[in-house]
């Protein structure tokens, strides 16, 4: 059990500076853990200090256990004991947000989420489309995205989903194309809100698991991807700007497929 001999400091309205297990940690005032780690010495939380010194072990502490650091590398531990590494853009998003103090729970979900998805390119790509899109991640560790579609909620190319908000649309996952160099292919299709909204007479926002993604088209151009489900929200005309858990990335606006893909947000069966 630690106590406050296990951490030397100083404490000044500057910085803090603590020693422990032989290593001296310095802490500045402008330092999103610099009034927790005061908080921590005079409520005596001991045990809170170490997860406080450090971005590795605060990701640990702040995650309850669901994941660690080691060499800059982020695991994820599921609830079997085991551990999986998770993409590089969403290891480097996950630091950024230990060393910046935000909520880590969002992205702690949205990795476990993740993880349930069976295919291993979707696992890889999926955090750098969000980014790329400028999306939103939700407390649940979802993803809002958008889809364009008729004015009588059906969708633009079959007509046969119901788009109503408050739907759960899906179809099996078996029957959506899963190769991610196919950017026009049958499935359910989601978009940024800009590509959405370029063509729908009504633009739905829609809620998507990170374990229903299918494919991730490689043309990151075309801001759109294929799902095997998603719940329809509410109708919307603008995008959702908050919360959000990562850092924006505005996607170009042209589209590299030699196509005109004017109409291809639909859902093809």
Same mark, same amino acid.
């Not at 256990?65 to 998003?93: H, I």
């Not at 909520?103 to 890889?124: G, Y």
């Given at each position: 059990?630690?106590?406050? /001999?296990?951490?030397?400091?100083?404490?000044?309205? /500057?910085?803090?500076?603590?020693?422990?297990?032989?290593?001296?940690?310095?802490?500045?005032?402008?330092?999103?853990?610099?009034?927790?780690?005061?908080?921590?010495?005079?409520?005596e939380r001991w045990d809170d200090v170490p997860g406080l010194l450090s971005t590795t072990?605060?990701?640990?502490?702040?995650?309850?256990?669901?994941?660690?650091?080691v060499d800059g590398q982020v695991y994820l531990r599921n609830d079997d004991g085991g551990?999986?590494?998770?993409?590089?853009?969403?290891?480097?998003?996950?630091?950024?947000?230990?060393?910046?103090?935000?909520?880590?729970?969002?992205?702690?979900?949205?990795?476990?989420?993740? $993880?349930?998805?069976?295919?291993?390119?979707?696992?890889?790509?999926?955090?750098?489309?969000? $980014?790329?899109?400028?999306?939103?991640?939700?407390?649940?560790?979802?993803?809002?995205?958008?889809?364009?579609?008729?004015?009588?909620?059906?969708?633009?190319?079959?007509?046969?989903?119901?788009?109503?908000?408050?739907?759960?649309?899906?179809?099996?996952?078996?029957?959506?194309?899963?190769?991610?160099?196919?950017?026009?292919?049958?499935?359910?299709?989601?978009?940024?809100?800009?590509?959405?909204?370029?063509?729908?007479?009504?633009?739905?926002?829609?809620?998507?698991?990170?374990?229903?993604?299918?494919?991730?088209?490689?043309?990151?151009?075309?801001?759109?991807?294929?799902?095997?489900?998603?719940?329809?929200?509410?109708?919307?005309?603008?995008?959702?700007?908050?919360?959000?858990?990562?850092?924006?990335?505005?996607?170009?606006?042209?589209?590299?497929?030699?196509?005109?893909?004017?109409?291809?947000?639909?859902?093809?069966?």
């Amino acid at each position: 059990m630690l106590t406050s /001999q296990n951490f030397p400091r100083i404490v000044t309205k /500057q910085s803090i500076v603590v020693v422990h297990n032989g290593k001296q940690n310095t802490v500045k005032s402008d330092h999103a853990n610099y009034e927790k780690l005061l908080a921590a010495f005079r409520e005596e939380r001991w045990d809170d200090v170490p997860g406080l010194l450090s971005t590795t072990s605060a990701v640990e502490v702040l995650s309850n256990g669901a994941l660690k650091v080691v060499d800059g590398q982020v695991y994820l531990r599921n609830d079997d004991g085991g551990e999986f590494t998770v993409s590089s853009s969403l290891n480097d998003n996950i630091v950024l947000h230990i060393e910046q103090g935000l909520d880590l729970k969002p992205l702690v979900r949205f990795a476990q989420n993740l $993880q349930m998805n069976s295919s291993s390119r979707s696992v890889q790509q999926l955090f750098d489309w969000i $980014q790329n899109t400028n999306l939103t991640i939700t407390d649940d560790g979802c993803f809002i995205a958008y889809k364009g579609i008729k004015s009588d909620f059906k969708d633009s190319h079959s007509s046969e989903f119901d788009n109503s908000p408050g739907t759960v649309v899906s179809m099996p996952r078996n029957q959506v194309d899963d190769d991610p160099s196919r950017t026009c292919s049958h499935g359910l299709h989601v978009a940024s809100f800009d590509y959405a909204s370029t063509f729908a007479q009504i633009t739905v926002s829609v809620k998507v698991n990170p374990a229903d993604v299918v494919a991730v088209p490689t043309d990151y151009n075309r801001t759109k991807m294929r799902v095997c489900k998603y719940e329809v929200l509410e109708v919307i005309e603008r995008p959702i700007t908050v919360p959000v858990y990562h850092t924006p990335v505005q996607p170009s606006s042209c589209c590299s497929c030699g196509e005109d893909c004017e109409d291809s947000d639909e859902d093809w069966v």
